[in-house]
């Protein structure tokens, strides 16, 4: 199996970075406000997440910021980091003059948030981003199937009976025409394996977190994706 782009959020110190980078992190990102999806104190401070930015010896750096109640001071914050990317909280999309000021300063735009339910439509994924101009979309991050427990499961072989419902073909089609990171349920076992199904998707996306707030959503604890990280590692 060749290694797709293996990105993972939400680090909290310079030792998490460097074990995920590691362990084949091909992007590592440190949060500097709280998620509301998630209970937890891995939102970082900015010094700490300098350094941790400073750490990386490979892996680019994602800077996930709230642009949501005062844009110009998160884009003051996530600029002094110097990320590669930033990927606002929540999923929002920065004003217009915030993200011009992104692509002056060679920063993309990380996309996330965006959840993809059984039912869905591939054709909405991401239909409220396209009308946006200069939008400064590096990638696009889609958890899929969160609803269920077992999302990979039930994706490879509950969901081609209902021809209706969201297929895994439609997530590799959405891979080959947009830059898109994919979550799901993963595990040691089966990480290896949703990876080789997915040619069309650029990689996978592990969210740390150590309590959610919400039932419906992927995460995984600290030590937990490391398991992943080195099930991925073993396979290539």
Known sequence: ???????????????????VEELGAGMVGVALDADPRFADERAVPVDLAGEIGKALSRAKFVVEVDFRDDPVDALRRAEALRPDLVQPITGAIPPGDVRAALSRAGI???????????????????SRYPD?????????????????RNSWEFLRDESPEFEDEFQLDDLNELGRTHELVASLN????????????????RGVALALADHA??????FLRYDAALEVLRALQRST
């Open 186 to 201: 993963f595990t040691p076992r089966n990480a290896p394996e949703i990876v080789a199904a997915l040619p069309g998707v």
């Open 1 to 19: 199996m060749t290694m797709k782009l293996i990105k993972v959020d939400r680090v909290r110190s310079v030792a998490e970075a460097v074990a």
């Open 213 to 218: 707030t919400r039932q419906d959503l992927h």
């Open 132 to 148: 946006t101009p200069a939008l400064g979309a590096a990638l696009f991050q889609v958890d899929v199937l969160p609803e269920c």
């Open 108 to 126: 993309g735009i990380v996309y996330g948030g965006i959840e993809i339910a059984h039912d869905d439509d591939p054709t909405w994924t991401l």
